[in-house]
C-alpha cells in the first residue's frame, strides 16, 4: 500500500514520482526538526525540575532538622518538669 500522497501521482502507482518522494523527504525533515525542538524543550524542562526539586529537597531538610531540634527541646523540657515534680514529691513531709 502506498501513502495517500502517492495515490495523487500522475504516474503508475507502481513507480512514485520523484516529486512525490521528494515532498515526503521533505515532510519527514520537517518532522524531525519539530521533534528535535521538542526534546530541546522538554531537556530544559527536565533541568529546570531538576533544580526545583533539589531546592525543595534542602528545604525539607532545614525543616526537618528543625522539627527535630524543636522536639528534642520539648522532651528534654517535659523529662525536666518530670523530674522536678518528682523531687518536690520526695522532699515533702
Same mark, same amino acid.
Given at each position: 500500500?502506498?501513502?495517500?500522497?502517492?495515490?495523487?501521482?500522475?504516474?503508475?502507482?507502481?513507480?512514485?514520482?520523484?516529486?512525490? *518522494?521528494? =515532498?515526503?523527504?521533505? @515532510? !519527514?525533515?520537517?518532522?524531525?526538526?519539530? /521533534?528535535?525542538?521538542? &526534546?530541546? +524543550?522538554?531537556?530544559?524542562?527536565?533541568?529546570? *525540575?531538576? =533544580?526545583?526539586?533539589? @531546592? !525543595?529537597?534542602?528545604?525539607?531538610?532545614? /525543616?526537618?532538622?528543625? &522539627?527535630? +531540634?524543636?522536639?528534642?527541646?520539648?522532651?528534654?523540657?517535659?523529662?525536666?518538669?518530670?523530674?522536678?515534680?518528682?523531687?518536690?514529691?520526695?522532699?515533702?513531709?
Amino acid at each position: 500500500l502506498l501513502p495517500p500522497s502517492l495515490h495523487h501521482s500522475p504516474f503508475p502507482p507502481s513507480l512514485p514520482s520523484t516529486v512525490a *518522494l521528494t =515532498e515526503q523527504v521533505q @515532510a !519527514l525533515q520537517r518532522d524531525k526538526e519539530i /521533534l528535535k525542538t521538542n &526534546l530541546n +524543550k522538554a531537556e530544559e524542562e527536565v533541568k529546570l *525540575l531538576f =533544580e526545583e526539586n533539589r @531546592a !525543595l529537597d534542602e528545604a525539607n531538610k532545614r /525543616l526537618l532538622c528543625l &522539627l527535630e +531540634k524543636e522536639q528534642k527541646h520539648r522532651s528534654e523540657r517535659k523529662h525536666s518538669a518530670s523530674n522536678s515534680t518528682k523531687v518536690k514529691s520526695t522532699n515533702q513531709p
